[in-house]
């Protein structure tokens, strides 16, 4: 790959015709990486964006997908996309907010009660505001925010009922403050690892929980190792598609116009698609052998609210971005 590399970025006439029509390479070769298994509709969809991206732009623009981690775990490709080593990246809320804190706004716990509420928030004026913020770490992203889902916890020792199941539990969140916090003040024992950590950290009990939306439990085939599935819905989270900032301004405003819709109506199907999953995967997972039970909220907005949760998360993520979430939920703290 650097061979083409070297060559295409010294276009000498005659050169590329040199090599086979397969490894002619584009006028903008990109890479995008990401943390989910190729069989999640995220990976599914960005392909499909890749694919008309190439055609509309007549092969100027091609896209390379590095799904599933094989460019290192998230916090890799969050500085890879920040030096230009990959040009996208697709990265949770959760997770972006460790460059951008504003960002996990999205993932206060029991925020959104349903997507009328999410969409509503993150295609308005809660969404830009984080964009903005985004922006000011040189990092371009694309308007609609791709959908996680509402997170779930799963457990390989027993259901989780009320907040006091979670007393101790050994549990497994991603490489995010928010959710150390929450997961802290639920009174569990939480622990930050990569995804690309998960299953194997499952699977030897170095933790014996871990929380994540349904689709990604399925495709990565954590009910391998998890026996309950609780329906907590503690967070709603959502994928922020970014690209290099430095790349995105390399792109001619006509690249430009075909990647954002290309990209933005891929991010709409996927919401759709994940939308439908939620509907059809719990059966799947009980056929599979999870055990899945629906706690309600109250126990675990109490003991959050008892905690100092919300007040503490207000003043961190100040006035502004707080109301903003308000708008679209109402009172939280
Ligand atoms: O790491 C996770 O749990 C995942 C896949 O949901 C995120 O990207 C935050």
Redesign the pocket.
């Known amino acids: 790959r650097s061979l083409l590399r070297t060559l295409s970025a010294v276009p000498v006439a005659g050169m590329t015709t040199a090599l086979p029509a397969m490894a002619q390479t584009a006028e903008f070769s990109l890479k995008y990486g990401n943390?989910?298994p190729v069989t999640h509709p995220l990976n599914i969809r960005a392909k499909e964006a890749c694919d008309r991206i190439l055609k509309e732009s007549k092969g100027r623009v091609d896209i390379k997908i590095f799904p599933n981690n094989q460019l290192g775990g998230?916090t890799d490709m969050l500085s890879q996309v920040r030096s230009g080593g990959i040009d996208f990246f697709t990265?949770?809320a959760?997770?972006i907010a460790t460059l951008v804190p504003v960002a996990a706004i999205n993932a206060v716990g029991f925020a959104f009660s349903d997507y009328n509420q999410v969409w509503s928030a993150m295609d308005g004026d809660l969404g830009a505001h984080v964009r903005a913020a985004i922006a000011k770490m040189h990092l371009h992203t694309f308007e609609k925010m791709w959908d996680?889902g509402f997170?779930q916890t799963t457990s390989s020792k027993a259901p989780i009922t009320t907040a006091k199941d979670l007393d101790g539990l050994k549990i497994r969140v991603?490489v995010?403050p928010l959710s150390i916090s929450m997961f802290k003040g639920l009174g569990a024992s939480p622990t930050s690892l990569?995804?690309s950590e998960?299953y194997s950290s499952l699977q030897t009990k170095i933790v014996d929980a871990?929380?994540?939306?349904l689709p990604?439990i399925q495709v990565a085939k954590l009910y391998e190792v998890q026996k309950f599935c609780s329906l907590t819905n503690h967070i709603w989270?959502g994928?922020w598609f970014i690209a290099n900032g430095r790349t995105w301004e390399r792109l001619p405003a006509d690249l430009k116009a075909i990647v954002s819709a290309a990209i933005n109506d891929a991010g709409m199907g996927q919401r759709d698609d994940i939308k439908k999953l939620n509907e059809s995967v719990v059966g799947d997972l009980q056929s599979k052998g999870l055990a899945i039970n629906r706690p309600a909220a109250e126990t675990f907005r109490a003991k959050l609210r008892e905690a100092g949760f919300y007040g503490e998360w207000k003043g961190r993520f100040g006035d502004e971005a707080w109301g903003l979430l308000e708008k679209s939920v109402g009172k939280l703290a």
């Open positions: 943390n989910l998230d990265p949770s959760l997770v996680n997170r991603p995010s990569q995804f998960v871990q929380e994540n939306p990604i989270d994928y």
